[in-house]
């Protein structure tokens, strides 16, 4: 079984950042092992004119890797933007699902975080939806989830994605 990989669309400041650090706290208290990929349209910068990594980039590096006991970061200059499956082959034999935050476009299955405050349009496509994550109610036959119950949306990535937390000594991907 094909790792899940869930994308969490919406406009901008409906929270979905927000939900996102809920979720991915909770599946990691379950045992989970949770790789999230954040999509961003506008530039934005990890490294900075002065710091030892731009230092070795603006000298010619195509990669450098930033290593220490915590964390390990990867600067590139691609040719071109990364699909989502290019990402996720970077990860997926050490996760056991993938989280986005974006991706529209991509084939990925989609949860939809909306407010009611900044929209009553849904931004995905309604046969793309998964479930949609709301302070509202709105009149589509998939399953809605509260802006607060990201408890209840983790039973149902769950039992939908039949995963097993390999974190728990469990393979990651054993179908039920």
Known sequence: MAIPIISFVGNSGVGKTTFLEKLIAILKARGYRVAAIKHDVHEFEVDYPGKDSWRLTAAGSDIVLLSSADKLALIEHPDAERTLAEL???????????????????SAMKIEVSRSAHSHELTARLDDLLAIVTDAAFDYQVPQFDLEDAAGLADFIEERSSLVPSAMGLSPRVDR
């Open 88 to 106: 996720v082959a970077m990860v997926d034999d050490r996760v056991d699902i993938v989280l986005t935050e974006g991706y529209r476009g991509a």
